[in-house]
T-cell receptor
Framework: EDKVVQSPLSLVVHEGDTVTLNCSYE??????LLWYKQEKKAPTFLFML????IEKKSGRLSSILDKKELFSILNITATQTGDSAVYLC???????????FGQGTTLQVKP | GAVVSQHPSRVICKSGTSVKIECRSL??????MFWYRQFPKKSLMLMAT?????????EQGVEKDKFLINHASLTLSTLTVTSAHPEDSSFYIC????????????FGPGTRLTVT
């Protein structure tokens, strides 16, 4: 059965800290790994990763995929209170376009 | 990025009534849309895949007679929660797959359903 597992499930840090969120996956017909940020409404897209070892960056956020070890990490440097959210990792299993989501990591950044 | 809308954003209904939620892709055609359900503090659970012009494909454990899906055009899918019960109260999110440009999924803003 396809599955995506995230860790930790929750995290509390202080502003300025750096955090690393983990996502491992076991998916047949793997096509891509996606990261989303969810605040009060629907998820907003952060990154899509398809190739191993290529880091994607957007401001203070970065992510990388390891297709050999079947995991991805999302790094957030110099965290701010606005980074507080649920971070979701999902795997796209190829032909159908279906996304399989992990449980999410709830990040709380304290001032 | 592409835009997907959902309507209504919030709805309160009485037990036993039916509620229809619309999902529209505003600037691209989507032959495939997905419906998710999210419980408080939980992740997104895929309910069904909505295919334009054909029957929806439901995930295991999702009652197709309870959650009716219609994908009558390339820009609109609807989810109807029939004979709603309080346990159907949830956050329902749709997404639309842009299979032509980049094969990315774009999420709607979600619909908060409360059944009293």
């Amino acid at each position: 059965e396809d599955k995506v597992v995230q860790s930790p499930l929750s995290l509390v840090v202080h502003e300025g800290d750096t955090v690393t969120l983990n996502c491992s996956y076991e998916v047949t017909n793997f096509r891509s790994l996606l990261w989303y940020k969810q605040e009060k409404k629907a998820p907003t897209f952060l990154f899509m990763l398809t190739s191993s070892g290529i880091e994607k960056k957007s401001g203070r956020l970065s992510s990388i995929l390891d297709k050999k070890e079947l995991f991805s990490i999302l790094n957030i440097t110099a965290t701010q209170t606005g980074d507080s959210a649920v971070y979701l990792c999902a795997s796209d299993s190829g032909n159908t376009g279906k996304l399989i989501f992990g449980q999410g990591t709830t990040l709380q950044v304290k001032p | 990025g592409a835009v997907v809308s959902q309507h209504p954003s919030r709805v309160i209904c009485k037990s036993g009534t039916s509620v229809k939620i619309e999902c529209r892709s505003l600037d691209f055609q989507a032959t495939t849309m997905f419906w998710y359900r999210q419980f408080p503090k939980k992740s997104l659970m895929l309910m069904a895949t909505s295919n334009e012009g054909s029957k929806a494909t439901y995930e295991q454990g999702v009652e197709k007679d309870k959650f009716l899906i219609n994908h009558a055009s390339l820009t609109l899918s609807t989810l109807t929660v029939t004979s709603a019960h309080p346990e159907d109260s949830s956050f329902y999110i749709c997404s639309a797959l842009d299979a032509v440009r980049n094969y990315e999924q774009y999420f709607g803003p979600g619909t908060r359903l409360t059944v009293t």
